[in-house]
């Protein structure tokens, strides 16, 4: 359902906003969103009232609210047949519903101040358009009275992150991801950093943590802390719960693995499948030269989501997700045996449904060989490059040798070239200059990556690993001698 607008013609010339309003379950609250939104002093205001198939009372006080509205701003109205869950019902909305280059987000349970979308254009227009534009907020509790809890504070005490990098801003969100700097209630975010990267695969149910983490990728934020929002908390911020009931069980699909994962433990799920769409947001993000590689950053995201995957599977997964688990640890064990037990090895899951990082390591020698034996397997290696003539055309580690030239040939697709190697400055300038490799494509290891572990760390691990295997023999004979 849509209500036409009546704009100016003399205001055509402000940018198109769109402003959401996700609505499920939020019949006592609903009304007060809607006023908010409607009362927006802004011209040029598409505003999308989307509700996600609730049970409630929800959609009769949406549409006795819009009924007969004679205002400036046009209204649209989506009511899901079935519920599709936060992720999916953004995911809908911004590819088929959004008009406007700005997009300002808000829940049916919190109310905005009639100047929210015109004090975020002004904002927006004086910054240079950044990707995302955070502003401050009021809390209040499921009766409207004011509150200060954790996001409060938050927003009163934290770092301002405008004053960082994209870089360091990225770096701080690897380290301590949870909460988001800025909720979602409080975030607007140009249409187009939507549309660089693409409708989200796994479409996570977090939106502000899937807008907020592409704008780290080479993007740009301005945070304004004038508070333009009564951000509500309650109960049943996240979704409606049912008390005294037994947790449902929902069937999921990870991988190749099935899932039977309680209600109640939903959320780790969620937050897992937001880790995997932000990979593959990074990956694009490499593609379209957006960033260079930092491996240090992309490690924290692997581990996160290894550990999160071995996490998932051991609980919900079943006897094959354990079997998984355990065959998949013994597989990369006995991978490069022999330089596994003397360099040691960083734990990496086969997380086959995630896409991998393409690099070619430059250099075949022992840096580049540790390179290669201990990057995670979301790194594909396509090739080794070198100078070394004797060794192009061969294969070191099974992967193949190939001389520099052959990396502007076309025939080989990376989206880096890792230099594993201590003359890391020269061989940078001679791809920049010698073959015109663009910088943002050239990364450097690490030097733990490209060194072998101290004789005390090999110690300790190797004498784990002894222990393990005697007392495996140990049972074996008992088990023996038992029967």
């Given at each position: 359902?849509?209500?036409?607008?009546?704009?100016?013609?003399?205001?055509?010339?402000?940018?198109?906003?769109?402003?959401?309003?996700?609505?499920?379950?939020?019949?006592?609250?609903?009304?007060?969103?809607?006023?908010?939104?409607?009362?927006?002093?802004?011209?040029?205001?598409?505003?999308?009232?989307?509700?996600?198939?609730?049970?409630?009372?929800?959609?009769?006080?949406?549409?006795?609210?819009?009924?007969?509205?004679?205002?400036?701003?046009?209204?649209?109205?989506?009511?899901?047949?079935?519920?599709?869950?936060?992720?999916?019902?953004?995911?809908?909305?911004?590819?088929?519903?959004?008009?406007?280059?700005?997009?300002?987000?808000?829940?049916?349970?919190?109310?905005?101040?009639?100047?929210?979308?015109?004090?975020?254009?002004?904002?927006?227009?004086?910054?240079?358009?950044?990707?995302?534009?955070?502003?401050?907020?009021?809390?209040?509790?499921?009766?409207?009275?004011?509150?200060?809890?954790?996001?409060?504070?938050?927003?009163?005490?934290?770092?301002?992150?405008?004053?960082?990098?994209?870089?360091?801003?990225?770096?701080?969100?690897?380290?301590?991801?949870?909460?988001?700097?800025?909720?979602?209630?409080?975030?607007?975010?140009?249409?187009?950093?939507?549309?660089?990267?693409?409708?989200?695969?796994?479409?996570?149910?977090?939106?502000?943590?899937?807008?907020?983490?592409?704008?780290?990728?080479?993007?740009?934020l301005f945070y304004l802390q004038e508070p333009l929002i009564y951000y509500r908390r309650h109960p049943n911020n996240f979704g409606k719960k049912v008390s005294g009931k037994t947790p449902e069980i929902i069937k999921l699909v990870l991988g190749e693995n099935n899932l039977r994962i309680p209600s109640s433990g939903f959320s780790q799920y969620r937050f897992h499948i937001l880790a995997c769409q932000q990979f593959e947001d990074y990956i694009k993000a490499l593609r379209v030269g957006l960033l260079?590689?930092?491996?240090?950053?992309?490690?924290?995201?692997?581990?996160?989501?290894?550990?999160?995957?071995?996490?998932?599977?051991?609980?919900?997964?079943?006897?094959?997700?354990?079997?998984?688990?355990?065959?998949?640890?013994?597989?990369?064990?006995?991978?490069?045996?022999?330089?596994?037990?003397?360099?040691?090895?960083?734990?990496?899951?086969?997380?086959?449904?995630?896409?991998?990082?393409?690099?070619?390591?430059?250099?075949?020698?022992?840096?580049?060989?540790?390179?290669?034996?201990?990057?995670?397997?979301?790194?594909?290696?396509?090739?080794?490059?070198?100078?070394?003539?004797?060794?192009?055309?061969?294969?070191?580690?099974?992967?193949?040798?190939?001389?520099?030239?052959?990396?502007?040939?076309?025939d080989y697709s990376f989206d880096c070239i890792l230099v594993a190697s201590t003359y890391y400055f020269p061989i940078k300038k001679q791809l920049r200059e010698c073959f015109k490799i663009p910088l943002i494509k050239i990364s450097r290891a690490p030097l733990a990556l490209i060194t072998t572990p101290s004789a005390i760390h090999s110690f300790r691990r190797n004498t784990k690993l002894i222990i393990f295997a005697s007392a495996i023999i140990i049972a074996i004979v008992s088990l023996v001698n038992?029967?």
């Amino acid at each position: 359902m849509e209500i036409n607008d009546t704009t100016d013609n003399a205001n055509i010339n402000l940018p198109r906003v769109s402003m959401i309003l996700l609505v499920f379950q939020q019949e006592e609250y609903v009304k007060e969103a809607i006023s908010g939104a409607l009362a927006q002093d802004y011209s040029n205001l598409q505003i999308i009232i989307s509700d996600d198939a609730s049970t409630d009372h929800s959609v009769d006080i949406i549409m006795s609210e819009i009924e007969g509205y004679k205002g400036p701003h046009c209204i649209k109205v989506n009511l899901n047949e079935a519920n599709l869950g936060i992720g999916n019902h953004f995911k809908f909305i911004m590819d088929n519903l959004i008009e406007g280059e700005v997009i300002v987000a808000a829940a049916g349970d919190d109310i905005s101040a009639p100047n929210r979308v015109s004090r975020l254009v002004e904002v927006w227009l004086a910054n240079g358009k950044p990707e995302v534009i955070a502003h401050g907020l009021n809390e209040i509790d499921q009766y409207g009275n004011d509150l200060q809890t954790d996001r409060t504070q938050q927003y009163l005490w934290q770092r301002n992150l405008q004053e960082l990098s994209s870089f360091e801003r990225l770096n701080v969100y690897l380290d301590s991801p949870y909460p988001i700097p800025f909720v979602g209630a409080a975030l607007a975010y140009s249409r187009e950093l939507y549309l660089r990267f693409g409708t989200p695969y796994y479409a996570p149910d977090y939106e502000d943590h899937l807008m907020y983490f592409r704008s780290l990728l080479g993007g740009d934020l301005f945070y304004l802390q004038e508070p333009l929002i009564y951000y509500r908390r309650h109960p049943n911020n996240f979704g409606k719960k049912v008390s005294g009931k037994t947790p449902e069980i929902i069937k999921l699909v990870l991988g190749e693995n099935n899932l039977r994962i309680p209600s109640s433990g939903f959320s780790q799920y969620r937050f897992h499948i937001l880790a995997c769409q932000q990979f593959e947001d990074y990956i694009k993000a490499l593609r379209v030269g957006l960033l260079n590689l930092d491996l240090e950053q992309a490690l924290k995201l692997i581990r996160r989501i290894t550990r999160e995957h071995d996490k998932i599977l051991y609980k919900h997964a079943g006897w094959k997700g354990k079997y998984n688990l355990i065959s998949t640890d013994f597989r990369l064990l006995i991978r490069y045996l022999p330089s596994r037990w003397k360099y040691g090895v960083q734990r990496a899951a086969n997380i086959n449904y995630l896409s991998k990082i393409r690099i070619v390591i430059f250099g075949a020698g022992a840096a580049g060989q540790l390179t290669l034996i201990k990057l995670p397997e979301q790194f594909e290696v396509i090739a080794f490059s070198d100078n070394d003539i004797d060794l192009h055309g061969k294969k070191v580690l099974g992967v193949e040798v190939i001389p520099p030239s052959k990396l502007v040939s076309g025939d080989y697709s990376f989206d880096c070239i890792l230099v594993a190697s201590t003359y890391y400055f020269p061989i940078k300038k001679q791809l920049r200059e010698c073959f015109k490799i663009p910088l943002i494509k050239i990364s450097r290891a690490p030097l733990a990556l490209i060194t072998t572990p101290s004789a005390i760390h090999s110690f300790r691990r190797n004498t784990k690993l002894i222990i393990f295997a005697s007392a495996i023999i140990i049972a074996i004979v008992s088990l023996v001698n038992i029967l």
